[in-house]
């Protein structure tokens, strides 16, 4: 029966079944209607290229473009952005780059899509979109037009994937192994029959016998990259598959060629090459999910189910309340109230409404003490309530809740890459075209200088085959796996893998002092009227009513000493790093430091001296001052009180032992500056400092040669945690601060630091090695097999040796992070 090729798909189909089509004076064939309607989709957009581009390794049909989608199923899944939305979902029917070309084209060109970007490794496709311009439905069925399938994001299905690899290529290698080693005891007959003689019939049997144990190592352990070489082939695209494809297939064929004239035949070569190959790829692939070891076991921490409170009326302080009911916590919803017994684990984000326990956040935050909870306290998806039964308000549902973000922030810095892994790749691309030049360049040396066919074959096999691209492209991501896994594991989440590289050249290190340095739970400890018609009572009240409209962190310790309503505020205004400003009770108020005090003309200039008398001794304890005023006279003075850190010093001392400079910068004034930098043993301290003050401090000592780790919590910090190399925001501060920042403290813990610091030298130490090795081992190893003096055998085990020290190299930097 006659047959034909799709041209869309690439399907082998009968011949009576083709939809045929003309297009611009050419034929074109289709095995459906589906592919047909594809075709001339894709043709309408004008990305006709993608049949260009793709090299695909196995044929497929689309998915059908009528079938409706389950659009709740991805609901959870969204999340609010300072653009409007974004997403993460799983395409199924990638097949190569050309598939992520198309589907990233197709879906900019719809007028509301921001931007999408495709993991090809991963399927992975985060996508931004407007949405008073398009809707998630219309983007998916965008997806679906063009004959892929979007599904919901799952982690979980990522690492069923990552197994099913394991146990594929554990499959095949054992396969390979097992018949290698049975084809080695028939080689060894023979080898010893080339040299002592054997019987002609006895050679020819020995040789069928091996032939016949090569053929499944080449057919079905050798299947991946016999597939990757074809698909490559199509367009003249070259793979690491490609140099293993080609030089075992060259050893078997010219074997066969051997066994017809009754020369000698290297069928073990042939094997041999597959079976190291696949050890090398095996042990690789279990490392790598040795090192997401702990993200997947993240994933894995949230209950599929919750226990919903069905009438929230019934709720009593005694926690006795029965009437709930198990759901999915897919269908949680911000607002529900869940019940949460003794030994549970939390299901998603809350905020405690009734009850008392501890709770066991140690997978998640690095903390191995249990956290105190009480009512009010914030909860996190994941952790185990360990005592009291628990009664919570939703706060955080799905993509939104704090094990989420974690998981998602180390999945991008795993995919992301440091500078020397761009320079690897960029010669990975070039390796493999010239390796196979170098390969018939030496076949063609060899035999045009009079050595034998034999001779010449096997030495361009063993050229082919001792390269190794693979050592180049796995010595960073490997490390870059185990470097954001060891560091997820104490509670720090990094956002690109080249923090790697900044951290190892660092040389200052910077804090912020509210809420870095300090505790960030400030309290008031003293009101001082200044006029004798204003009570403390109605300064307070006033002070209360401008800072709850504050993110500053020292607003809530006058919020929280105020425990009635509050007066309304008209034209509230915050000047970072100086105080707020705005109306209330028909009087503009002003707060803040003294400099912004003398600004609106609140302190006159003869009040200074004894302002500072009074002040003084609270600013030498380390203390806060905050002024406030109205109608151009100060009328209250606040003494806020924040204390350092248990882990500060300690922490200090550790990064002063590193050789590192330490320096505190703050917006307080000088005194106080210099008070809490005593008692955390830093020398250095910089007082007065606006936010675009600390920005431009961080850009001088940069300018003058300096490496910057900054660290800091609040919004004033931003602009310089951006401007630092490496900004490291505390996990309890601002949005804007975290989002500023290359990593965050989860615990907001300053201990993990020196281990954090260390950890990076550690990894870019590990990483520069890599490359060294990939780039000496080629330099090496390729002129020794030109020489002829490599076996190809010989040169497939240094070739799956090359990888296996850049696997094992990159384990070190675990082994070093847990000593």
Same mark, same amino acid.
């Given at each position: ?13 009968? !011949?009576?079944?083709?939809?045929? !089509? ?10 459906c209607?589906?592919?047909? =309607? ?29 079938k ?7 609901? !959870? %899944? ?19 780059a ?26 992975? #496709?985060?996508?931004?979109w ?12 965008? +997806? ?57 019939a ?13 053929i ?33 297939g ?10 017809? +004239?009754g ?28 090192? @997401? ?18 009438r ?26 869940i ?9 998603? %984000?809350?905020?405690?409404a009734y009850?008392?326990?501890?709770? %066991? ?62 320079? #690897? ?82 040389d ?11 505790? =960030? ?14 009570d ?22 006058i ?17 970072p790093?100086?105080?707020?400003? =705005?109306?209330?009770?028909?009087r503009?108020i ?21 302002i ?10 380390g ?58 043993g ?24 300096a ?14 945690l ?6 490291? #925001? ?56 030109? @020489? ?13 040796? @090359? ?14 992070? #847990?000593?």
């Amino acid at each position: 029966m006659a047959t034909l090729t799709c041209d869309h798909c690439l399907l082998t189909f009968p !011949e009576r079944d083709a939809i045929r !089509e003309e297009v611009d004076g050419g034929q074109h064939v289709f095995c459906c209607h589906g592919c047909r =309607g594809v075709y001339f989709l894709i043709r309408s957009e004008g990305l006709t290229d993608f049949y260009d581009k793709r090299h695909w390794d196995a044929p497929g049909t689309p998915a059908d473009p009528l079938k409706e989608l389950d659009i709740t199923a991805f609901s !959870e %899944d969204e999340r609010v952005v300072e653009q409007g939305r974004e997403i993460d979902i799983f395409i199924d029917g990638i097949r190569c780059a050309s598939c992520v070309w198309l589907n990233e084209k197709f879906l900019m060109r719809a007028e509301g899509v921001l931007s999408a970007r495709i993991n090809f490794a991963t399927h992975r #496709a985060k996508i931004t979109w407007d949405p008073a311009q398009i809707s998630l439905e219309h983007i998916l069925k965008r +997806i679906q037009a063009i004959g892929y399938t979007p599904r919901p994001y799952r982690e979980s299905e990522q690492f069923r994937a990552r197994r099913a690899e394991s146990r594929d290529l554990l499959v095949r290698f054992g396969t390979a192994a097992f018949l290698s080693s049975q084809l080695m005891i028939y080689s060894i007959a023979l080898y010893a029959g080339y040299f002592q003689g054997i019987d002609p019939a006895t050679k020819i049997i020995l040789e069928i016998i091996a032939m016949f144990l090569t053929i499944p190592v080449i057919l079905y352990s050798g299947m991946p990259f016999i597939r990757s070489t074809v698909a490559g082939l199509r367009h003249l695209h070259f793979t690491m598959d490609s140099l293993i494809s080609i030089g075992a297939g060259s050893a078997f064929i010219y074997s066969l060629y051997q066994m017809f +004239i009754g020369g000698t035949v290297y069928f073990d070569t042939s094997a041999m090459i597959i079976t190291l190959i696949l050890l090398g790829r095996y042990i690789e692939s279990t490392a790598k999910g040795r090192a @997401s070891e702990a993200i997947e076991r993240l994933s894995e921490l949230a209950p599929r189910e919750a226990r919903i409170i069905q009438r929230s009326e019934d709720i009593t302080n005694d926690l006795s309340v029965e009437d709930t009911a198990l759901v999915p916590v897919v269908s949680l919803r911000k607002g529900d109230l869940i019940k949460v017994l003794p030994g549970e684990r939390i299901p998603t %984000d809350g905020r405690i409404a009734y009850g008392e326990s501890e709770a %066991d956040e140690s997978i998640l935050t690095g903390e191995s003490k249990p956290v105190r909870k009480k009512v009010g306290s914030e909860v996190i998806g994941g952790s185990v309530n360990l005592f009291g039964t628990l009664i919570f308000e939703v706060t955080r549902t799905g993509k939104e809740t704090i094990l989420a973000g974690i998981i998602r922030a180390v999945e991008d810095a795993q995919a992301s890459k440091p500078r020397l892994q761009i320079l #690897a790749d960029r010669v990975v691309g070039y390796f493999v075209p010239a390796i196979l030049f170098t390969s018939l360049l030496t076949i063609a040396g060899y035999f045009m200088s009079g050595a034998s066919l034999n001779k010449a074959l096997m030495t361009g096999v063993s050229v082919l085959v001792i390269a190794c691209p693979c050592s180049l492209g796995l010595a960073t991501p490997l490390a870059v796996l185990i470097f954001t896994t060891m560091a997820s594991s104490r509670g720090i989440l990094i956002k690109g893998g080249e923090v790697i590289e900044n951290t190892s050249r660092l040389d200052h290190v910077v804090f912020d002092k509210t809420g870095t340095i300090t505790e =960030g739970k400030p309290s008031l400890k003293t009101i001082l009227p200044m006029d004798s018609n204003v009570d403390s009572r109605y300064l307070l009240r006033i002070a209360a009513s401008l800072e709850n409209h504050s993110e500053h962190s020292i607003g809530p310790a006058i919020v929280g000493a105020w425990n009635e309503d509050f007066l309304p505020v008209q034209n509230f205004r915050a000047i970072p790093g100086r105080g707020i400003e =705005g109306t209330a009770d028909s009087r503009v108020i002003f707060i803040g430091n003294e400099a912004f005090m003398n600004e609106h003309g609140v302190i006159a200039p003869a009040l200074s001296a004894p302002i500072t008398e009074l002040t003084l001794p609270h600013q030498q304890a380390g203390d806060t001052v905050l002024y406030m005023g109205w109608d151009g006279r100060l009328k209250g003075i606040f003494v806020v009180s924040d204390c350092l850190r248990e882990e500060s010093a300690a922490t200090v001392k550790e990064i002063l032992l590193l050789g590192k400079r330490v320096m505190l910068v703050s917006g307080d004034n000088r005194t106080t500056t210099a008070a809490i930098a005593a008692a955390a043993g830093i020398t250095e301290a910089v007082p007065e400092m606006s936010p675009n003050s600390k920005k431009d401090f961080i850009r001088r000592l940069q300018q003058e040669g300096a490496g910057i780790l900054m660290v800091g919590d609040g919004i004033n910090d931003a602009p310089a945690l951006t401007e630092a190399s490496v900004g490291i #925001a505390m996990g309890k501060g601002t949005d804007i601060a975290m989002e500023s920042a290359d990593a965050v403290l989860v615990r907001s813990d300053l201990s993990v630091i020196p281990f954090f610091m260390g950890l990076s030298l550690r990894a870019y130490r590990v990483i520069r090695q890599n490359i060294f090795w990939a780039f000496f081992y080629n330099i090496v190893a390729i002129p020794l097999a030109i @020489s002829g003096v490599l076996h190809p055998i010989i040169a497939a085990g240094a070739m799956a040796a @090359s990888s296996l020290f850049v696997v094992l190299n990159s384990l070190r930097i675990k082994k070093g992070a #847990a000593a």
